[in-house]
Structures are given as structure tokens and as C-alpha cells.
């Protein structure tokens, strides 16, 4: 074998170069696309969790879930008959003021969550209802528990 110019060998097929890689100048999305959809998914699954502070236990019914499309007003009767709204307790004298502070501008357009604990009065529970409704809150919705257990509750 003959050497050609600069050592290389035999009339021009032997090896080629390697052509330099030159550095990309796009970012890589993959891994920020993977932590977004981890974020995604905790968000998810952490939201529903941190609506409303006050701790109730709902009663069972076998009705369906309501469907909101506007953001609700949500006030919480607990088992003493104490009214919440959102996490911040109020009087009865200041219900009706409350909701329309928290519901803002169009508060009387805007669906209102009334949660109540099981072991609540139910007095208490028709009262606020009817406070409402007689101020011109239509759209009041009783929140339960939508899993029903398939024995009846005890008295």
C-alpha cells in the first residue's frame, strides 16, 4: 500500500473524519414537559382538597354531583349550629352580608353551597336556607355526600 498526502492510505477510500458535532442551539422541552404534568397531577388531586377548611361530616344521600359552572359561595353548618363561611365563622345577623361580600358584584347570580354536618340542627340548616332564599339568593344547593353506604344511617 502506498502512503498518499499526510499518511493517508490507498487511493482515497480508507477512512473518512468523523464531521464535528456542532452544539444545538434548541432547548430540550422533554424534561420540562415531564415536570409540568407532574405539577398537572398534584394540582389535580390536591385542589378539591383545599376548598373549604371547616371539617363536616356530610350526610349520605344517592343523589348526583351538582354541576358549577360559576366559582360558589360555600357556607358550613357544624354540628353546634356555628355558620362558616368559607373558613371564617359569622353571626346570623351578618349572614346575608357575608355571602354578598364573599360573592361579590353579581353575589345574588352566583350558586351558593350550603354544607352542613350530619349531626347539625336541622333548624339551623332551614334557617340559613330560608335566610337566603328571602334575600334573593336563588341558587342554593345542600352539599352530601354523594357515596351512598348501603345500610340506612342510625338515628
Not at 473524519?17 to 442551539?25: D, E, F, G, I, N
Request: glycine residues 8%.
Amino acid at each position: 500500500m502506498a502512503l498518499g498526502p499526510a499518511g493517508e492510505t490507498g487511493g482515497g477510500r480508507g477512512r473518512r473524519r468523523r464531521a464535528r458535532k456542532k452544539p444545538l442551539s434548541e432547548i430540550n422541552v422533554t424534561p420540562l414537559v415531564d415536570v409540568m404534568l407532574v405539577l398537572l397531577i398534584i394540582f389535580m388531586i390536591s385542589a378539591p382538597l383545599l376548598t373549604v377548611g371547616v371539617p363536616l361530616e356530610l350526610p349520605k344521600t344517592e343523589a348526583s354531583a351538582v354541576d358549577a359552572s360559576d366559582e360558589p359561595v360555600t357556607i358550613s353548618i357544624d354540628r353546634d349550629g356555628a355558620i362558616f363561611i368559607g373558613d371564617n365563622e359569622t353571626t346570623w345577623d351578618a349572614l346575608v352580608q357575608a355571602v354578598a361580600d364573599q360573592g361579590g358584584a353579581d353575589a345574588r347570580e352566583r350558586p351558593v353551597f350550603v354544607r352542613a354536618d350530619g349531626r347539625a340542627p336541622y333548624q339551623a340548616v332551614a334557617r340559613v336556607m330560608a335566610r337566603l332564599s328571602a334575600s334573593g339568593f336563588t341558587k342554593l344547593n345542600l352539599i352530601t355526600d354523594t357515596a351512598a353506604s348501603s345500610t340506612p344511617a342510625e338515628l
